[in-house]
């Protein structure tokens, strides 16, 4: 029986960045900008391996605090706690960086499974960071385990409380997202062209019938935070 699990959904004359570690799980790049500190892309000009420091000079900054001065144009030196992890990167490569900021001690860390990345592979990420809109926000999802043949004929519909929809398709990767949406409550509707199994949740609504499952709740959409939700279903064979 196939799994489904469907994520409704970033010192010495420089900051320093450290990388942490997270727990490695799926993060869809709405929840992972929201709660990261600085975002920029750069390319990096010199790694310094006896100290095991990297210099980026950033080209674009999504977002940084006002205290960290990261401007377009200027250096930001980058340290790595964990040895060879110093090495991953390369000079004259560009990357899109997803970082914390410690303010006590001027230090900004990359979790060490962050979304950070080479710019040509986080195609994606970028695509959702330029249309961001302010005071708005996207509804992002993901079907995961589900072939990908399956997962394009879901259907989904966003509504908003005055009747408006929207219709996101799902991608090969089973991914679906919103334009950027105001902020307030949105109703989301799933229908799959097969039958499933579903763990419920007080707040789903789950029907069947004899060849489709359907899935329905309402969604709060906030300023700056990630709307996104887990959904355990199986395929009923």
Known sequence: MNQLLIIIFLSLGFPIICHSQESETFTPPCLEFARRDVVF????????????????????????????????????????????????????????????????????????????GKIDLNDYDLKYINSRVKDRHTLIGQLIKLDENYAKTVQVTVRDKKGNQFKPEVDKWGIFETKPLKAGKYSVKLIFPFRIKVDKSDDLTVKSYSQLTEISYTEQVESDKCSYREILVSQDN
């Open 41 to 116: 892309t750069g390319t990096v000009k010199k790694i310094e391996k006896d100290f095991a420091q990297i210099v980026f000079v950033i080209d674009r900054k999504f977002k940084a605090p006002a205290e960290l001065k990261t401007a377009v144009n200027s250096e930001l030196a980058v340290r790595y706690p964990f040895g060879e992890q110093s090495y991953e990167l390369i000079v004259g490569q560009r990357y899109l960086v997803y970082a914390s900021y410690d303010k006590t001690r001027n230090n900004v860390f990359i979790p060490l499974y962050s979304r950070t």
